[in-house]
C-alpha cells in the first residue's frame, strides 16, 4: 500500500505506549491482557456531541453554549475509523458497537457503518456491527443504516412518563419521538432492539415498572428492556453512592409483578445478567458495575472521538491512535501498538471500588460522552 514507516522508538513517543519489541509477531486474534483476558469488543466514538443534556452524563451547568466541542479536524475520518478496526479485527475483535455523544449527529454514517460492515475477521466472518444511540434521530436514519450492513441497536429511555422524560434529558425532548424511532428500528428489521434504562434513585425509579410493562405489552420478545447502575463516570455528574439502586432491588420490583427465570449468558464477557418473563413476554437485562463488578471477564476497549485508546470506562487517560494513523504507522505498527497497550492491561476499577470505600482511582476520570459507554 505504500505505507509510510516510522521508527519504533517515534512510535512509542507518538501513542505513549511503555515498549513495543521490534520483532512482535503477528497478530493471530489470541490477544489477552495481564489478567488473561481477551480483546473481542471494541466501542467506537464517533461523536463528543449531543443532542441531549442528561445530569448522568452531560450536564447542562458543565456543557452549556459555551463548552467547547472537538472541532472537525480532530475527529478520526471515517477511512482512519475503518482502518484501525481493520487492525483490531486481526487481534480478535468480532464486535463493533459505534456511540458517542450522539452518533447519529455525525453526518453520514451509514457511509461509515458500510465501511466497516465490509470488514471481516481472519476467518473471513463478518463483525457484529451495533449502534447505541439516545433515539431521538433513529426514526429518520433507521433505514438507511439498516440498508448499509447495521446488526443492531441500543436505544437509551430513562422513563416513559413524558414529564419525567424530559426532565432528565433536560432539553424537552419527547419521550414519543423516541419511541417511534424504536417502531421504525423495528420496521428496519433490527429486533430484537434493546433498551437501556439508567436507573438513579429519587429520580426515575417509579418509573421501572411502568417501562417494563409498556415494552411488555407492546413489544413482547422484539424489545430487551436493560436496567443500568447509576454509575460513576467521568467526574461531572456529581454521582453520589446514595442515588444508586442496586440492580437486586429493581429485580424485586419487577419480581413482585411478574415472575422472573434466568437465563445464560450468550457470550463470555457480556455484561448484562438476563432474565426471561416467565410467562414468555420476553426478557430483561441487568448491567451491575456498581454492585456486582464483571471486570473479572471484561473484554472491552474503547477508541474516542479523536483516537485514543482507552482500556477501561472509568480511565483518566488515552493512548493516542490517531498520532500514529497521521504520523505514517504501517498496520503492523499499528498492530504492535495495540498488543503493547492490550497486553499490559490490568484495568479492574468496578472491583476496586467494590471492595473498598475508597479505592486507588483516578481523580479525573475521562467524560463518557468521550467515549461512550
Not at 480483546?39 to 445530569?55: A, H, K, P, W
Not at 480532530?74 to 481493520?86: D, G, K, N, Q, V
Not at 420496521?187 to 415494552?215: D, S, Y
Not at 487517560?317 to 504501517?330: E, F, P, V, Y
Request: aromatic content about 6%; overall charge neutral.
Amino acid at each position: 500500500m505504500g505505507e509510510k514507516v516510522i521508527a519504533l522508538s517515534d512510535l512509542r513517543a507518538l501513542a505513549d505506549i511503555p515498549d513495543i519489541p521490534a520483532d512482535a509477531p503477528a497478530p493471530d486474534g489470541l490477544l489477552s491482557d495481564a489478567l488473561g483476558r481477551p480483546l473481542r469488543d471494541l466501542r467506537i466514538s464517533v461523536t463528543d456531541r449531543c443532542n441531549f443534556r442528561c445530569s448522568y452524563c452531560m450536564p447542562k451547568e458543565v456543557f452549556d453554549r459555551d463548552y467547547r466541542f472537538l472541532p472537525q479536524s480532530s475527529l478520526l475520518s471515517f477511512e482512519e475509523i475503518t482502518r484501525l478496526a481493520a487492525v483490531f479485527a486481526l487481534h480478535g475483535v468480532t464486535k463493533l458497537r459505534l456511540t458517542g455523544g450522539e452518533p447519529l449527529m455525525r453526518k453520514h454514517l451509514d457511509d461509515l457503518v458500510r465501511m466497516l460492515a465490509a470488514l471481516r475477521t481472519p476467518s473471513g466472518e463478518p463483525l457484529e456491527l451495533t449502534l447505541t444511540t439516545n433515539g431521538s434521530l433513529l426514526a429518520r436514519h433507521a433505514p438507511a443504516l439498516r440498508a448499509a450492513g447495521l446488526t443492531r441497536v441500543t436505544v437509551s429511555l430513562d422513563a416513559l412518563d413524558d414529564a419525567i422524560f424530559q426532565r432528565m434529558n433536560d432539553v424537552g425532548f419527547p419521550v414519543g419521538e423516541v419511541l417511534a424511532g424504536i417502531d421504525a428500528a423495528l420496521a428496519a428489521g433490527f429486533g430484537p432492539v434493546k433498551v437501556n434504562m439508567v436507573v438513579k434513585r429519587g429520580t426515575n425509579e417509579h418509573e421501572i415498572v411502568p417501562l417494563a410493562r409498556h415494552m411488555r405489552d407492546h413489544y413482547g420478545p422484539q424489545v430487551v428492556l436493560r436496567f443500568i447502575e447509576y454509575m460513576d463516570v467521568g467526574a461531572t455528574n456529581g454521582w453520589r453512592m446514595d442515588e444508586v439502586l442496586p440492580s437486586q432491588a429493581v429485580q424485586a420490583l419487577l419480581a413482585e409483578v411478574w415472575p422472573l427465570v434466568p437465563l445464560p449468558a450468550r457470550s463470555p464477557g457480556e455484561t448484562a445478567q438476563r432474565l426471561a418473563y416467565a410467562d414468555g413476554r420476553g426478557e430483561v437485562g441487568f448491567i451491575s458495575s456498581v454492585t456486582q463488578a464483571f471486570c473479572g471477564e471484561c473484554n472491552r476497549a474503547r477508541l474516542s472521538t479523536e483516537g485514543k485508546l482507552f482500556t477501561c470506562l472509568f480511565a483518566s487517560r488515552g493512548h493516542d491512535l490517531r498520532a500514529l494513523l497521521r504520523g505514517g504507522a504501517s498496520d503492523a505498527q499499528l498492530a504492535a501498538a495495540v498488543s503493547g497497550l492490550w497486553s499490559r492491561r490490568k484495568d479492574r476499577y468496578s472491583e476496586l471500588r467494590s471492595a473498598s470505600s475508597a479505592p486507588d482511582e483516578p481523580r479525573q476520570r475521562i467524560e463518557m460522552h468521550y467515549i461512550g459507554g
